[in-house]
């Protein structure tokens, strides 16, 4: 997120007005879950941040792309924050009318394939009825910070593959509002350090 603040010509920060909130947060979740060599593999993506401011929608649409696409590669626990941010998320969705029907069909799809873990929220009798308020200082965060650690948390051989491809698949999701123009390619000899998430979530 450093670079990404460099190449958009902003003060060098690892939080960049360039890029949405939840997204940075993902980049540097990502970042400081990889090893040294293995955060090479996330320079080709230093670029594709920059202007990825999102929009109003992105508070949902980000938080439900993640988790629907994490919740089949994480342990059961984490299977299961996720649900309940998917559920909350689902009727937000429902409550925003037709311009978020994709976002909420792909939360459902993610939910009919965890029929346990929905189970284990409503068991529990977990509120799913959040304000957009609080799913956005809340409930967003808190799925993509799940969704990450239970990658890692997964100890897949193939952890550091999994996490570039969920950090490829939020970018995909994030509309791309601003142009930088001119903006350099990150050189491939640029090494990449951990970065703490000072904002917390």
């Given at each position: 997120?450093?670079?990404?603040?460099?190449?958009?010509?902003?003060?060098?920060?690892?939080?960049?007005?360039?890029?949405?909130?939840?997204?940075?947060?993902?980049?540097?979740q990502v970042n400081d879950s990889l090893s040294d060599g293995d955060r090479q593999q996330l320079v080709p993506l230093?670029?594709?941040?920059?202007?990825?401011?999102?929009?109003?929608?992105?508070?949902?649409?980000?938080?439900?792309?993640?988790?629907?696409?994490?919740?089949?590669?994480?342990?059961?626990?984490?299977?299961?924050?996720?649900?309940?941010?998917?559920?909350?998320?689902?009727?937000?969705?429902?409550?925003a009318g037709a311009d978020l029907d994709g976002t909420r069909q792909r939360a459902r799809a993610a939910l009919e394939?965890?029929?346990?873990?929905?189970?284990?929220?409503?068991?529990?009798?977990?509120?799913?009825?959040?304000?957009?308020?609080?799913?956005?200082?809340?409930?967003?965060?808190?799925?993509?910070?799940?969704?990450?650690?239970?990658?890692?948390?997964?100890?897949?051989?193939?952890?550091?593959?999994?996490?570039?491809?969920?950090?490829?698949?939020?970018?995909?999701?994030?509309?791309?509002?601003?142009?930088?123009?001119?903006?350099?390619?990150?050189?491939?000899?640029?090494?990449?350090?951990?970065?703490?998430?000072?904002?917390?979530?």
């Amino acid at each position: 997120m450093e670079f990404a603040s460099f190449l958009a010509g902003e003060k060098w920060s690892d939080h960049p007005s360039c890029t949405h909130p939840l997204l940075g947060q993902l980049a540097r979740q990502v970042n400081d879950s990889l090893s040294d060599g293995d955060r090479q593999q996330l320079v080709p993506l230093i670029p594709s941040v920059v202007g990825r401011t999102g929009d109003d929608t992105t508070w949902l649409t980000l938080p439900v792309a993640v988790a629907a696409w994490a919740i089949e590669e994480v342990p059961e626990e984490t299977q299961r924050v996720l649900a309940a941010g998917l559920l909350c998320a689902e009727r937000l969705c429902v409550e925003a009318g037709a311009d978020l029907d994709g976002t909420r069909q792909r939360a459902r799809a993610a939910l009919e394939r965890m029929p346990s873990a929905v189970e284990w929220v409503q068991r529990l009798s977990i509120s799913t009825h959040v304000s957009a308020r609080g799913f956005t200082s809340r409930s967003a965060p808190t799925m993509i910070r799940a969704a990450a650690d239970g990658i890692v948390a997964s100890e897949a051989p193939d952890a550091a593959e999994r996490l570039c491809a969920l950090l490829e698949a939020a970018i995909d999701t994030c509309p791309l509002s601003v142009e930088v123009a001119g903006a350099p390619e990150a050189p491939a000899s640029w090494g990449l350090a951990p970065q703490s998430d000072s904002a917390g979530a």
